[in-house]
């Protein structure tokens, strides 16, 4: 992911990063206190019990891997999975992150990525696959209803399109795709640089 334009919206009060955690497993509020007084953990679908089952069984492990990145860990190896994506492979409950994205990413990112990774994991509760061949990442529902989610947060907060623009750069999509993905998601493109 690159780095997204600063914004000056901050994240809602009650939300932490403990940054200085090592390497290994931790509970979900461990990470991230105060994430399950956000609106938008209040908001995930379903009864409370399914917020209350997110935060008690959900854990995070922050791995050792460079880079910045967060994803929820596949209970078996998915089909896009390649040599430079060995995931981490659980049956349980858990997302993934580096550590150098919890010590380096501005607590926004970091909590637009925790909010879109555990609506993956509600996603994963109703039986819905999370790594579909039959779409492309930008046009894979399980991504498109996660990532428009975070942004619906994201508004509420008074983050722009702009910012957005760069939070939905990710690595493995083209730029083309990157453009479809926010035609997608109703997110208005940074106008291109014009060269002189």
Known sequence: MSEPALSPVATPPSFRVERQLK???????????GLGRTPAFRHYPG????????????????????????????H??????????????????VVVTSGEHLRKSPALVLYLDIIHELLHIVQRWDGRPLWDE???????????????????????????????????????????????LLRNLGVVPRPAKRSR
């Not at 019990?49 to 995070?60: M, N």
């Open 23 to 33: 390497p290994g497993r931790y509970r979900l509020l461990e990470v991230f206190p």
């Open 47 to 74: 009864p409370p019990s399914v917020r209350h089952k997110l935060a008690r069984r959900t854990d995070v492990v922050i791995a050792r891997q460079r880079g910045e990145w967060m994803y929820v860990a596949p």
């Open 76 to 93: 078996e190896i998915p089909p896009d999975a390649d040599a430079r994506w060995k995931p981490f492979v659980t049956p349980d409950d």
């Open 134 to 180: 039959a779409f492309s990442y930008v046009d894979r529902p399980t991504e498109l209803e996660a990532y428009r989610f975070g942004i619906r947060e994201a508004r509420r907060l008074g983050v722009g399109d702009e910012f957005l623009d760069d939070y939905l750069r990710v690595l493995w999509v083209t730029a083309k795709d990157h453009r479809r």
